[in-house]
């Protein structure tokens, strides 16, 4: 079993700045997949950035050039800094696990909420 717990979010006016963080503890694999996925209102939950214990790292191409995803291996935490937020990146953030099929696990969203 691996839980997640997140931090960060909240509310911003366009063209500023978050930073969402995730813990991972548990029974953690050497190998694993770490990142995050959003889900706005009526809206499929979709990929927005995830990193590798192998430093692999993809972006959706809506986030390119303004989040970052760091991790640290050592502390199974992952860091989303958001910057240049947009009214469309409103949603709720969720932190996602994987390691193999079957095994993957959530955290429990936290709201990121950009006003224009």
């Known amino acids: 079993q691996v839980q997640l717990v997140e931090s960060g979010g909240g509310m911003v006016q366009a063209g500023g700045s978050l930073r969402l963080s995730c813990a991972a503890s548990?029974?953690?694999?050497?190998?694993?997949?770490m990142g995050w996925y959003r889900q706005a209102p009526g809206k499929e939950r979709e990929l927005v950035a995830r990193?590798?214990?192998?430093?692999?790292?993809d972006y959706a191409d809506a986030v390119k050039g303004r989040f970052t995803i760091t991790r640290d291996n050592a502390k199974n935490t992952i860091t989303l800094q958001m910057n240049s937020l947009r009214p469309d990146d409103t949603g709720v953030y969720y932190c996602?696990?994987?390691?193999?099929?079957?095994?993957?696990?959530w955290g429990q969203g936290t709201q990121v909420t950009v006003s224009s």
């Open positions: 996602h696990f994987f390691w193999r099929a079957g095994a993957e696990y």
């Open positions: 548990g029974s953690i694999p050497s190998y694993n997949l």
């Open positions: 990193a590798s214990s192998l430093s692999a790292i």
